[in-house]
């Protein structure tokens, strides 16, 4: 079954330094997104990315954060100068279609680990 | 505000035993409804989903739900849980058209008891 891909599993990084979280959806797919979720808490919604573009965005998403698809297969997340409050388990998710009976993949995701 | 609510934190059951999670949403119609497993260290994991027609719907590992509009439910079940089972249960829904975001619920961690 195909699988949406992230890499790396675990991340630790000093606090303001600049991390990139990639992920590769699964190849047919033309909607991704980016979830995380803090440690104990609910997983929450960042991003929505369709054909090149930021789609959605939520109030956690400030300008700290970007979203790429470089090269067609990548998807990154990146978090400009870390906080201590960006320690999360990142998820990235994909869809083919837009239909919503379409579900999402999940990735296995990447915990980011800030200190 | 669009929300899933999930009540239960924690739920202990004996191997064997029967299994409900309860999952609550608050929308202005009805969203689209998902059930997630995250086992340790993995990622999610659609169980099931409902849309529409059949408010029992089946999913994979033997688990299904039911949709109450009345009571704006969609219950996880599962008749007999096996040890494998132990997880982090997740209920979500996906609100009105153009709206991609995924609302969660706070999750549910099941232990499963020999």
């Known amino acids: 079954e195909p699988e949406v891909t992230q890499t790396p599993s675990h991340q630790v990084t000093q606090m303001g330094q600049e991390v990139i979280l990639r992920c590769v959806p699964i190849?047919?797919?033309?909607?991704f997104y980016w979830y995380r979720q803090i440690l104990g808490q609910k997983v929450e919604f960042l991003v929505s990315f369709y054909n090149n573009e930021i789609s959605e965005k939520s109030e956690i998403f400030d300008d700290q954060f970007s979203v790429e698809r470089p090269d067609g297969s990548n998807f990154t997340l990146k978090i400009r100068s870390t906080k201590l409050e960006d320690s999360a388990m990142y998820f990235c998710a994909s869809r083919t279609n837009r239909e919503r009976n379409y579900g999402y993949t999940f990735g296995s995701g990447t915990r980011l680990t800030v200190v | 505000a669009q929300s899933v609510t999930q009540p239960d934190i924690h739920i202990t059951v004996s191997e064997g035993a029967s299994l409900e999670l309860r999952c609550n949403y608050s929308y202005g119609a009805t969203p689209y409804l998902f059930w997630y497993v995250q086992s340790p260290g993995q990622g999610l994991q659609l169980l099931l989903k409902y849309f529409s027609g059949d408010t029992l719907v089946q999913g994979i590992k033997g688990f299904e739900a039911e949709f109450k509009r009345s009571q704006s439910s969609f219950n996880l079940r599962k008749p007999s849980v096996h040890w494998s089972d132990a997880a982090e249960y997740f209920c979500a829904a996906l609100g009105d058209f153009g709206n991609e975001k995924l609302t969660f619920g706070t999750g549910t961690r099941l232990t499963i008891i020999p």
């Open positions: 190849s047919n797919h033309l909607y």
